[in-house]
């Protein structure tokens, strides 16, 4: 019954969003040019890090505003656009 509700929901409100969907990866692409330039100023490469220990504290500042940005993007994926 759960299942069935939600899954009418969804086909309903697919009318309502057009670019919604569009905009979340256009808008997480951005977040990651920008962490991979802010990787690079802090002289490592964007994806090759782990947080470990040893993590310089630029990485950990980056990863925090990817977070940051990539949160903001779900406002991006859940309006519907024009």
């Known amino acids: ?10 086909v309903l ?3 309502g ?3 919604g969907p569009l905009a979340y990866g256009i808008c997480q692409t951005g977040c990651n040019a920008v ?3 802010c990787y690079s100023a802090a ?3 964007f994806g ?3 947080a470990g220990i040893g993590t310089a504290p630029a990485v950990i500042g980056c ?3 990817l977070g940051t940005c990539m949160a903001g993007c779900v406002a991006a994926g859940c309006l ?3």
Do not use: D, Q, Y
């Open 1 to 10: 019954m759960f299942k069935e509700t939600v899954l009418e929901l969804m």
């Open 13 to 15: 409100s697919l009318a």
């Open 17 to 19: 969003v057009t670019a």
């Open 35 to 37: 962490a991979a330039a």
């Open 43 to 45: 002289g490592v490469v």
């Open 48 to 50: 090759t890090v782990t």
């Open 63 to 65: 990863n925090v505003a």
């Open 80 to 82: 519907p656009t024009p």
